[in-house]
C-alpha cells in the first residue's frame, strides 16, 4: 500500500504524499490556534467579570471601616475612663513639704532703733528665710525662736526672750524659696534667768547688743544702746 503505483515515476508520489502531509500538519496546526484563539478570546469576556472580583474587592472595605470603627470604641472607652482616673487622683491628698532643715533656713534680729532710754522696751524683730530651693515647713513657736541681750563683747548674759515667757504653742509655717516668717519680740529692759527663778532688776545704762537663736542657727549680734533715762 505504501508503494506508489501508477504510470508516473514514485518520487512524483512520494512529492505528493509529503506536500499533503504537509498541508494537513499546516491545516492541523492553524486548528489548534484558531482553537486557541477562540479560548483566549472567550476568556477575555470573562476577564470583564472582575468587576465581580471588584465589587468583591469593594466588599473587605466594610470590614476594614468595621474594624475601624471597633479600634475607636477602645479609644473612646480610654479616654472615658481618664476622668476616673483623674478624680481618683484628685481624692488623694497632697503630699505637704518636707521639714525646714536648719541648714535651708536663715535667721536675722534687728532692732527698732539704735537707742532707748533706761526703762523704756526695746522691739525686736526676727526675719526667718527659706533660702532653700523648695518649699519646706516648720514650727516657729517663740518657745524655740529665743532673742538674747548679751554684754557688747558678748560675755555676759541679761535677759533671754524664753526665759520668763516659755510660749510653747505649735505654729506651723510653709516656707517657699525666698519667703520670710516675720516675729516681734518686747524686752521689759530688766534682767532674767533660765525658769524665771529670781529677782528682775532694770538693766543700766550702756551698749548692749542682741542675738536669735532657732535650732542650731545663730544670727550675727545687732548692737544697740541704753542710755539714762
Known amino acids: 500500500m505504501l508503494e506508489p503505483n501508477g504510470p508516473l515515476p514514485p518520487e512524483i508520489y512520494w512529492r505528493r504524499r509529503a506536500l499533503a502531509i504537509g498541508a494537513l500538519v499546516v491545516a492541523l496546526a492553524l486548528v489548534i490556534w484558531l482553537v486557541l484563539t477562540v479560548a483566549r478570546g472567550g476568556d477575555k469576556p470573562d476577564d470583564s467579570k472582575p468587576v465581580a472580583a471588584g ?13 475601624t470603627t471597633k479600634a475607636a470604641g477602645p479609644a473612646e472607652s480610654s479616654a472615658a475612663a481618664t476622668p476616673s482616673v483623674a478624680s481618683t487622683a484628685s481624692n488623694e491628698p497632697a503630699a505637704g513639704p518636707g521639714q525646714c532643715a536648719d541648714q535651708s533656713l536663715a535667721i ?6 539704735p537707742t532707748y532710754k533706761v526703762g523704756e522696751q526695746p522691739n525686736f524683730r526676727f526675719v526667718i528665710t527659706n533660702i532653700s530651693s523648695s518649699v519646706c515647713q516648720r514650727d516657729m513657736n517663740l518657745a524655740q525662736i529665743q532673742a538674747s541681750v548679751l554684754s557688747l563683747d558678748g560675755q555676759r548674759r541679761f535677759w533671754t526672750s524664753s526665759d520668763c515667757s516659755p510660749v510653747d504653742e505649735s505654729n506651723q509655717r510653709n516656707l517657699k524659696p525666698g519667703e520670710q516668717a516675720l516675729f516681734t519680740v518686747r524686752w521689759s529692759g530688766t534682767t532674767s534667768q533660765q525658769g524665771c527663778v529670781g529677782e528682775r532688776v532694770p538693766v543700766p545704762a550702756g551698749a548692749y547688743q542682741v542675738i536669735a537663736q532657732f535650732g542650731s542657727l545663730h544670727s550675727s549680734p545687732e548692737p544697740f544702746n541704753l542710755t539714762p533715762a
Open 108 to 113: 536675722k534680729i534687728s532692732v527698732d532703733q
Open 55 to 67: 465589587s468583591s474587592s469593594t466588599t473587605p472595605s466594610k470590614p476594614a471601616d468595621a474594624s
